[in-house]
Every structure is written in C-alpha cells, then in structure tokens.
C-alpha cells in the first residue's frame, strides 16, 4: 500500500486515519490539519505551473546593435521567421537573446549566422562581447553635437531673432543672400548628414520595425524627422524661411545622447554580471601529456588534467595537481573571501582562482555546478520576463495610437485653415514629444541593477519574474536541517553492541544524507552490498551475511521489525536529545546511533523578522522539533518531502507562499512555492526548483535578498508610473499645438533620462552592510540564549532525516 498523501509504501500495518492509509504520523497530522483538499494539492500546482514554454534546445546569444526596448520584439519576430527557430527573447537592457531551437533542424552553431541581420550582429556566448559598437557610439554622438552645435548657431544669428520680433527682417536686407540663400543651404548639408549618418541608427530601426510588421519608438522618431527635414527642403526650394532643419537636428542629437547614456547605464549596472559571464569559458586547457590542448567541457574525463589561470574560473570539480592558489569561492559556498588551497587539496568547479597558477585533475566524476550557474545567468540576463509584460504590451499599443493622433492632428488643423507650418508643427511635437521608450526601460534596466547588486551579495537570482512573484506573498514555509539549522551532524552517542556501529557504518556508506554521512565515519572496518534506500527513513544492505537496517523508527515499521523496549527506556532517558538512527538485523533492533545537528546562531533573530510579514510555517522530516517550534506560527513534523510540496500547495490558497530549503530533497516544495529559495549548500545549486539560490550559512541574506526584490518592485512601479505620467501630460500638450517640436525633442530626453537614472541608482541600503557584518554577526551569537533553547529539546527519540 502507498500513502494517501505523499506516495511512499506504508508501513504494515499502516498508520489510519478516517479510513486513509498513511505512511507515517507526520503525512497523518497534515491530513488533519488541512482535511481532504491536501491530496491534490500538490499535483493541481504543478499543473498550474507547467512550463508553457515550447520544447527544444537552449542557446544563448550576445546581440550587438540593439539601440532600443523596441529591438527585442523585432528580434523576436525575425527570429522566428528562420527554419528551426521556436522561440527568441531578448533582452534590451543586457543586450542578449534566450534562443529555443530545434535541433533536427538547425545547430547552435548556425544561430549567429541565421539571426545576423537586419543590423543585428549576433554572437555565441562563448565569444567576447564586440567593444566597437562603443566606439560607434562616441563617435555619433560627438559628430552629432558638432553639427548640431552649428545649425543652432545659424538660427541664432539669422532665423531666431526675426521669427521671435527682436530684429525687422529688412534690417537683414542688407546680408541677405548670406541670410536667406547661403545659411538655408549649409544647415542643409550639416542636416542631411546628422540625419543620415548620426540618425542612422534611428532610421534603421525604423525600417526593422517595418519589416517585421511591428511599429516601435524609432518609427515615430524617423517620421518626425523625415517630415520636418522634407517639408524644410521644400520651403528652402520655393525660397520660403520657414525652416524646420532645426527641429531635425536636435531631435537626432538628443535621441543619439541619450541613448548613448542609456548604453553606459546598462554597461554599468550589468558590471558584476557581464564579469562572471565573461570569465567563465567552457573551453578547457588539457594536459595531454607535454602539450596543452584547448578542449570542450563535453569532453572532459575523469583523471583528466588541466591548467587555470589567474582571473580563470575553474570548471569542474577536482584536486590540486600542482601548484598554489587564492580562491574566490563566494559563488559557491557564500564565503566572501579568497582562501588559500594546495597540492592534494579539493577544488569546486564555479570557484574562480584570484592569485596564482593551478594544474587541476578532474575527480571521479565530472561535475560542472559553474555550467549551471552559467546557464541561470544567461537566462536571467536574457529574458525580459515578469513585470515587463504589462509594459511591453502597453508600448506596442502606444505606437500606432501616436502615429494615429499625430497625423489626425495635423489633418484637422489643415482642414480647420491653418497654414501648412502649424498643422506640421503640431503632429511633428506629437510624435516627438511621446516616449514609449520609458516603458521599454522601466523594467530591464532596473532588474540589471537589481542581478548586479544580487551577486554583490552572495545572491543568485534564478528567475526573471521574482520580482513579480514578492508581491502578494502572506506567508514563508522553512525548511529545519540546513536551513534553521546547520545541517552538520556529529554522531554523540551509541547505544548497544560495538557491532551495531560497526555494522551501521558500512551500511550508510551507501547514503547522501547527512546523518547517514556522520555515521558512516565510525568506522571502515566492513564493507557492505545489496543496498535499498528509503528516502527519508533510513537504508539497509547486507552486511557479513546479515540484512543491516539503519533508521528512524519509521523505517523499522515499514520494514515490520521490532524495537525492544528496554533500548526505547534506554533512549528516553539520553540527556541531550538529537536524531536517533535506529541499528538493527534478524527482525530487530540491537542498538541506537544518536547524532546531533546545531542551530544556526541568528535563526531566532531571523524568523522573528520574518514574522513581522508573514506567517512562518516550518516543515520538517524529524518527528520531534527540538524547540524551534516555540519561534514559528505553525510546525508539521516527521513528514517526508511530497508531503512538504502538498503543504505548500495548501498555504497559497491563502495567498503566495515563500519555500526556503537547503534543495538536497526540497526539490518539489521549492518547485510549488510562488518564490522558492534554495538556502545554504543547494543541490546542483538547484538550478530547476528554486527562484533564488543563496549559497553559505548566512541566514541574514535571505532578508536581504526578499528586501532587494521589494526594492526592485518599488523602483519599476516608480519608473512605470512616471512614464505614465509624462506621456499623459506631454501629448495633450501636443496635441494642442502649445508645444514646440524642439522643447517636445528636449522633454521627450529628460523623460528618458529620468528612468534611466532612476533604474541606475543603488538598490542596496544602509542596513545591509550592518547585516554582512562580522561584527554583526559576533552580535547574533551573543544575543541567542541557547539555554533556553536546551531546555525545551524533547528527551523522547527524534528524527531528524529531511
């Protein structure tokens, strides 16, 4: 039989409740709480948060060329165009792409090939980001000030003081071919080439726009500009003075400036990102034999060699070769500084070597956690997801409606008698004056910052739309062992034969979990085989001819043995409690292996925090809590890790859920969670489950990093609403012809600039360099009364297996 809520085999006979079969107390007590609708709890969430993704390979790409939020539906758009392509999102504020791919059809490493066009120049992730469009960028703008710098210079000596009445145009009389047929004709020339070699960028995206059917900011610019440089030409033509070369070149020099700022602020907020992305090659520098051989990840051994150098991230796991290093294991394990390995000691692939040089072997099996981090990085980078949506939508809509409005405006006035100059003026201040641009910045720039100050702190943001999910969160599930506590287990006392530890060692061997890791270090006098493990229970194997079981009480009611009572009085009278791994052969237990895991010191300060918020619910495998229940709402013991996924599913009934685990068999609570965050030493850093992954033993970067997120969302609702804000006071402004093209030009770049500034500014607090403290820290142990902690640890048998 199998338990009516988690799935696992029950023991026999099975623990009932209301005519239910359970596996255990714990799977028992949350049918009590919760009732019925907990049994399709956790299987409805996982079809609600099924990927709608479409299924096929994942490239990443580095794009050069996008100039505008707009770039990404436009890449979007073509990129589907090409054979095998399934989907492309891109991300403006990185200037990267997500590529999913059929690889039947086409290989990754056709992709850069296939998409580079249009203006796009699109790259492999493994290749370095391209330092000319830099140049490009300087260069544009310098020109473009020049020049423009020169046609004012022309209206202020000839135009501006008679179109303003300071001067009576028959005082010009005298200097007027200089005036009226020369300067008209060089503004010209200066105009056509801001336009066409400064404005370049502009006009190209206008034509993408075209092409791929999508209307975007640069349409609304080239229109403005076209028309104000064509209607000019015109009047310069027929020997009119009513010019408007002047309202082109601002308007192609303002845009060039601040996107040109815009670049930088992307460049400086995407710094710490771009550093780890960049440093982290996948192509591996062998020793095969005397010579060095560049050779890919996927071909790396076991017991293979291989160099790293200074400023290099080491790839995979393995042991020091030759050599001394300083290294930065921050990403890894959250120690923020470098330490020092040597020959023969281990090394962590994703760790990255600061000072000196290594020769490192690959150990027993090839393990790559930096392929992963890589991979979350570039997802992150390259995916303009959560809050963005509404935003995106929102511009996409806003273009064809300025267009719109602009050429009515300017119909009705020409229809209505206005002269031909005014009708232009009010739909070309139209066009200029609105900025959908503000939209496409609000969310990308900020999140940039906000994955840059992340990793400042020991924190990977795995998903894009965290910053969507913090919103509507009521309460935070928490996991004990590793998570409140260090999950470190030291063996405190044995009970019954010297066999049984003998016996329990070799048997545990076979375990990942880290009771069963402390046990196993007993002793190596035996070996073991035939092994079966009970996830959550315990394991058994054979041992000198006999069936060993090693495990909690749970696992000797599965397997139907008997614990005598005289070793349970022997239990019950242990004056320290800890987890209690019960040894027994031959139907039985003989003895008892009591291991003990210590809190975390800033756990009660920590959760204290957090119940400030929200409701903190803690889910543990251990039938007993050792008094961490007495610092949370609610407490579910002794249930096994389905069990903890249906519990999650339950509490967001009640409104969004926060998980934090330690990810080694949180996998599907994190998954269930609204935001999963995967604490202290993730499980291939829990690259599929969790939304955030915080490595090391510090719980106060959980709090940073739930307030980074709140930040984040404040800072694009701010961005978003003055957006809203402008457009709805500019364009009445235009449209009722009160706003000059030029001051419309100025008004659209200060809006720019304002969310861009905005997004660029520091997300991190005063507070958050008091909490990464040592000396803080120092504070958090002395202020915990662990007395009073020892106190309320039960004396009866517990378990602690999570």
């Excluded at 023991?11 to 409740?17: G, I």
């Excluded at 290594?358 to 090839?366: A, C, D, F, I, Y």
Aim: hydrophobic share 45%; aromatic share 8%.
């Amino acid at each position: 039989m199998h338990c009516k809520l988690c799935g696992l085999p029950t023991p026999n006979p099975p623990v009932q409740q209301d005519g239910y079969d359970f596996c255990c107390f714990g799977c028992s007590a949350v049918y009590s709480h919760f009732g019925e609708a907990v049994f399709n709890a956790y299987r409805s969430d996982r079809a609600q948060k099924s990927d709608p993704q479409p299924k096929g390979k994942e490239a990443f790409l580095r794009i050069e060329g996008m100039h505008c939020a707009s770039c990404e539906l436009m890449l979007k758009k073509l990129g589907e165009r090409v054979r095998g392509v399934m989907d492309v999102t891109a991300c403006y504020a990185t200037s990267t792409a997500k590529v999913i791919y059929d690889a039947d059809l086409i290989q990754e490493s056709e992709l850069p090939g296939a998409l580079s066009h249009a203006g796009y120049q699109v790259g492999l992730r493994s290749e370095a980001a391209a330092e000319r469009e830099d140049n490009r960028s300087l260069l544009r703008l310098l020109t473009g000030v020049s020049l423009a710098a020169m046609v004012m210079m022309l209206y202020l000596a000839f135009f501006y003081p008679s179109n303003l009445g300071l001067v009576p145009p028959e005082d010009l009389e005298s200097m007027s071919w200089l005036a009226f047929y020369a300067a008209p004709r060089v503004m010209f020339i200066l105009t056509t080439v801001l336009i066409f070699y400064v404005g370049f960028p502009i006009l190209r995206g206008a034509w993408i726009g075209i092409r791929a059917a999508a209307l975007n900011m640069d349409n609304l610019l080239a229109i403005a500009i076209l028309a104000a440089y064509g209607y000019s030409i015109y009047q310069m033509l027929i020997g009119s003075h009513d010019l408007y070369f002047d309202v082109a070149a601002v308007i192609v020099t303002v845009v060039t400036a601040g996107r040109y700022f815009e670049q930088n602020a992307k460049l400086n907020a995407t710094a710490e990102l771009s550093r780890i992305i960049s440093a982290w090659n996948p192509h591996i520098k062998v020793l095969e034999g005397e010579q060095v051989v560049e050779r890919s990840l996927a071909t790396l051994r076991p017991g293979d060699r291989f160099l790293v150098s200074q400023g290099e991230f080491i790839p995979v796991n393995g042991t020091i070769h030759s050599g001394v290093g300083a290294l930065d294991e921050s990403l890894m394990t959250g120690e923020p500084h470098p330490v020092t390995r040597n020959i023969g000691e281990p090394v962590l692939g994703g760790t990255r070597l600061v000072e000196g040089e290594l020769t490192v072997m690959v150990g027993e099996s090839v393990e790559s956690q930096m392929e992963a981090l890589s991979r979350i990085l570039w997802r992150v980078q390259s995916t303009s997801g959560g809050l963005l949506g509404l935003a995106d939508k929102f511009a996409r809509v806003f273009v064809p409606l300025v267009l719109f409005l602009a050429t009515a405006i300017t119909t009705g006035l020409w229809l209505q008698g206005a002269d031909t100059g005014t009708a232009l003026l009010a739909g070309l201040a139209t066009l200029i004056v609105s900025c959908p641009c503000t939209f496409g910045l609000a969310v990308p720039l900020t999140t940039a910052v906000a994955v840059s100050t992340a990793l400042r702190h020991g924190i990977i943001i795995g998903r894009p739309s965290v910053y969507e999910k913090i919103a509507a969160i009521k309460s935070v599930a928490l996991d004990k062992t590793g998570t409140l506590s260090t999950g470190k287990m030291e063996v405190s006392a044995v009970y019954g034969p010297a066999e049984a530890a003998w016996y329990a060692a070799a048997v545990e061997r076979f375990s990942q979990h880290p009771v069963a890791a402390a046990i196993s270090r007993l002793d190596d006098r035996y070996g073991a085989s035939d092994p079966t493990i009970h996830p959550g229970k315990g394991a058994e194997a054979m041992v000198e001819g006999k069936r060993v079981a090693v495990g909690s009480r749970a696992l000797f009611m599965l397997l139907g043995w008997s614990i005598p009572d005289q070793l349970q009085a022997q239990l019950r009278s242990v004056s320290a409690a800890g987890v209690v791994s019960y040894v027994g052969w031959e139907g039985q237990a003989v003895g008892a292996i009591v291991t003990n895991d210590q809190p975390r010191p800033q756990w009660r300060p920590f959760v204290a925090r957090l119940r400030r918020h929200y409701e903190v619910v803690m889910l543990t495998g251990a039938e007993h809590t050792d008094g961490y229940e007495s610092g949370v709402d609610t407490c579910h013991a002794g249930i096994p890790a389905e069990s903890k996924a249906a519990i999650v599913g339950q509490l967001r009934d009640k409104g969004g859920v926060i998980m934090i685990g330690d990810g080694s068999n949180d996998g599907p609570a994190l998954a269930a969670a609204d935001l999963g965050i995967a604490f202290g030493v993730p499980t291939s850093l829990a690259a599929e489950a969790a939304d955030l992954i915080i490595p090391g033993d510090r719980l106060d970067r959980v709090s940073i990093a739930l307030d980074l997120l709140y930040s984040v969302r404040r800072r694009v609702r701010q961005n978003i609403g003055w957006a809203l804000l402008y457009n709805a006071i500019a364009i009445p402004l235009a449209l009722s012809g009160l706003l000059n093209p030029l001051f419309a030009a100025l008004a659209m770049a200060s809006s720019s600039f304002l969310v861009v500034w905005n997004s660029s500014r520091s997300l991190e607090r005063a507070g958050w360099a008091l909490a990464t403290d040592a000396a803080e820290q120092d504070r958090l142990h002395k202020i915990e009364d662990w007395s009073r902690l020892g106190d309320k640890l039960p004396l009866e048998t517990v378990n602690h297996r999570v």
